[in-house]
């Protein structure tokens, strides 16, 4: 079993940014695919962003630009850096590791609010 503890979220102002961070309670070397998923009220989770086999990064249209995941193996961590936030992105925010085909885990989540 893996816990995933998410951490770096809050308020903040149109146009600010925030890091959020992702802890593993064990080493990732293994996960093939790391991620962050959000889900804002009434609405479906959605992909953010995606780190496959550690380079590979694939982000949704509406983050392009504006946001970067990494992961540092050395420190179980993923990390989202989010800039020029945008009230459209508060949500809910989930950290995702998969490992092998089909073995899931999921965060219990970190509230991120853009508002003035």
């Known amino acids: 079993q893996v816990q995933l503890v998410e951490s770096g979220g809050g308020l903040v102002q149109p146009g600010g940014s925030l890091r959020l961070s992702c802890a593993a309670s064990?080493?990732?070397?293994?996960?093939?695919?790391m991620a962050w998923y959000r889900q804002a009220p009434g609405k479906a989770r959605e992909l953010v962003a995606a780190?496959?086999?550690?380079?590979?990064?694939d982000y949704v249209d509406s983050v392009k630009g504006r946001c970067t995941i990494s992961r540092d193996n050395a420190k179980n961590t993923v990390n989202l850096q989010m800039n020029s936030l945008k009230p459209e992105d508060t949500a809910v925010y989930y950290c995702?590791?998969?490992?092998?085909?089909?073995?899931?885990?999921w965060g219990q989540g970190t509230q991120v609010t853009v508002s003035s």
């Open positions: 995702y590791a998969r490992v092998g085909p089909s073995l899931v885990y």
């Open positions: 064990r080493s990732i070397f293994s996960f093939n695919r």
């Open positions: 780190i496959v086999s550690g380079t590979s990064t």
